[in-house]
């Protein structure tokens, strides 16, 4: 491990925009004593966390909440991680509210607890805002379990004193393993146009 990102001196204030910590950290069992404040692995001009004050990143953080379903069946669970992103590095991070019953806003009533986290990708290096925006999205899009309201270029990660920390080893970044499946999915679609494109008639083959 070989991570660098920025932390806030508070932990679990949404209003607070200003990350003027560094931390460079090579060893998991480190990251606690950064990652119970509120933290980001974008970079700001100033520090001060706001998507028009973008630098650059070479990470890209995402949110799986399990509010799509009420089937535990459905939810998906941090093993999960590196078998549908085979072979890429990435860093699972629990959430404050991992495994903790929450009310839903409907109801009113506590939902079943379910696996909450954040997972951090190493990507190619990007130094604009929008590219960074509409590469979360492309991810997003494929990958439909990831939080949706989670993509923009002003991303943070509320800290916790009780996140547990899981690292995956791989050769790839996640801007080439995404590189790697839209190839396959090209590759598949026109195989399966080839297949489902009738044959006219004298064009067969002889035999």
Known sequence: MDIKFSYANC???AENCLFP?????KDINELHKYMKYDYT??????????SKKFIRSEYATFDVDNDHSENKEDWIQIQDIPKIFENVWCLVITSRNHMKPKL???TN???????KFHIVFRMNE?????EFSDFM???QKKYRFFDPLALDAGRFMFGSDDSKFYEFEGSLNLSEFMDLEDKNDKKFSDLNIEFLTPI???CRNGT
Do not use: L, M, Q
């Open 126 to 130: 990007v130094k604009v805002a929008k």
């Open 11 to 13: 932990t679990g204030i």
């Open 200 to 202: 006219e008639e004298g």
């Open 41 to 50: 692995f974008i970079e700001f001009k100033n520090n001060y966390r706001d």
């Open 137 to 139: 999205h492309r991810v």
């Open 21 to 25: 910590n560094t931390a460079i950290v």
């Open 109 to 115: 009533k506590p939902k079943t607890p379910r696996p």
């Open 104 to 106: 839903d806003k409907k």
